[in-house]
T-cell receptor, first 115, second 118 residues
Framework: EAGVTQFPSHSVIEKGQTVTLRCDPISGHDNLYWYRRVMGKEIKFLLHFVKESKQDESGMPNNRFLAERTGGTYSTLKVQPAELEDSGVYFC?????????????FGPGTRLTVT | AQKVTQAQTEISVVEKEDVTLDCVYETRDTTYYLFWYKQPPSGELVFLIRRNSFDEQNEISGRYSWNFQKSTSSFNFTITASQVVDSAVYFCALSEAQVGDAGNMLTFGGGTRLMVKP
């Protein structure tokens, strides 16, 4: 079974440009999460999808970030326009069941560098 | 608000030494879950263990063991006879119990980088 995959693995863009990150969850996993680790800080939750619906987007930093999961399969996270403070590693995770306490399976992350 | 603290940012040991990674958490919930994840150089976070707040039994899996103590809000992780392949960043995380379609957002500690030297 394939794990969670993320694309690209690394992206370098200039301030003001747009970047789109993609996450493919484990097949059959309805729950998809985005997290971010900014340099020197903890990994922070961004949002949670159940199938194609946003269940919780309380961690999204501002309206420059737009996440979608059309069809309930893969998800994209668009940053527009990117700012320097958006640099970090963006992780995607998926899980099969909802509710509390279920392990989430993480992808390798996308390292975003905004210059 | 939930919080997870991993006071050790970096630990260096020599192969075959035992090492304990500390994790202290804060939560107002009575039902919650604790996790440990390993991040090897390849970057992905690998799930190691989950404990719920009602199960304080210690757990052992091969060279890995976990000590959960509610009285001190700690969930420490010990690697016995460490090996070079154990070198990685280890994260402790906490989530609340949820019902229905609510997910279990993870609150992470800052991570501990473990370096095992041959």
């Amino acid at each position: 079974e394939a794990g969670v995959t993320q694309f690209p693995s690394h992206s370098v863009i200039e301030k003001g440009q747009t970047v789109t990150l993609r996450c493919d969850p484990i097949s059959g996993h309805d729950n998809l999460y985005w997290y971010r680790r900014v340099m020197g800080k903890e990994i922070k939750f961004l949002l949670h999808f159940v199938k194609e619906s946003k269940q919780d987007e309380s961690g999204m930093p501002n309206n420059r970030f737009l996440a979608e999961r059309t069809g309930g399969t893969y998800s994209t996270l668009k940053v527009q326009p990117a700012e320097l403070e958006d640099s970090g590693v963006y992780f995607c995770a998926s899980s099969h069941r909802t509710g509390g306490g279920h392990e989430q399976y993480f992808g390798p992350g996308t390292r975003l560098t905004v210059t | 608000a939930q919080k997870v603290t991993q006071a050790q940012t970096e630990i260096s040991v020599v192969e075959k030494e035992d090492v304990t990674l500390d994790c202290v958490y804060e939560t107002r919930d009575t039902t919650y879950y604790l996790f440990w994840y390993k991040q090897p150089p390849s970057g992905e976070l690998v799930f190691l263990i989950r404990r719920n707040s009602f199960d304080e039994q210690n757990e052992i899996s091969g060279r890995y063991s976990w000590n959960f103590q509610k009285s001190t809000s700690s969930f420490n992780f010990t690697i016995t006879a460490s090996q070079v392949v154990d070198s990685a960043v280890y994260f402790c995380a906490l989530s609340e119990a949820q019902v229905g379609d609510a997910g279990n957002m993870l609150t992470f500690g800052g991570g501990t980088r473990l370096m095992v030297k041959p």
